[in-house]
């Protein structure tokens, strides 16, 4: 086996940096000197999904009251915290193959919400939770770690739905990545160590 750099063309008595070479490359043509054993992390499987959600959040009475809303009062909101964990993960049934997994996803939105008289006027401020709950299907063998992440969350608009109890029914956006990670160690060929260039 062989290691070479076909875009790097190194001339003689020039520098890594004048020959266009990455700081810690050099160009080899030695077969491997040894075969170490290197740890590592290894995804074995990811996925990501978007989820549009429409939720209705009831109005306090204090500190939004007294009811009913004036005509004409609307609402924004502001996400202000996210996570998400799994649940639980339990072997996939037929068709999928052994390792596969079905991983509950649970992702957790905090919210706080602005209601604003018919004038644009903010008249209260509260906050809320939204919770969306997601199966999906990884292989994930045993001894591996699976985890999420919100990409991203935004709230969309918010309407007030006024009445005896008046309700913000807003629509919201998020992304998120799951993810099945272990430990594993590999065999990898060796013609040398990196060195850091001269300065």
């Not at 590592?40 to 209705?56: A, G, L, N």
């Amino acid at each position: 086996m062989t290691m070479t750099l076909p875009t790097a063309h190194a001339v003689p008595g020039r520098t890594a940096r004048e020959n266009n070479q990455p700081p810690t490359a050099r160009i080899t043509n030695r077969p491997p000197t040894a075969v170490e054993c290197v740890q590592t992390t290894k995804v074995f499987d990811q996925c990501t999904f978007q989820e549009t959600r429409s939720q209705c959040f009831p109005i306090p009475e204090d500190p939004c009251g007294p009811f009913p809303l004036p005509l004409g009062s609307t609402a924004t909101l502001r996400v202000t915290g996210v996570s998400c964990r799994i649940l639980d993960a339990v072997p996939a049934p037929p068709p999928h193959g052994p390792g596969f997994k079905v991983l509950t996803v649970l992702v957790t939105v905090t919210l706080e919400i602005i209601v604003l008289n018919q004038y644009g006027l903010e008249r209260c401020r509260f906050p809320a939770t939204f919770a969306l709950v997601r199966n999906v299907v990884l292989y994930a063998p045993d001894g591996t770690d699976p985890s999420c992440e919100v990409l991203w969350c935004e709230g969309t608009w918010c309407l007030v739905v006024d009445g005896v109890q008046p309700q913000v029914c807003c629509e919201i956006d998020l992304c998120v990545q799951v993810e099945v990670a272990g430990r594993v160690r590999l065999l990898i060929p060796v013609a040398g160590f990196c060195e850091p260039r001269i300065m």
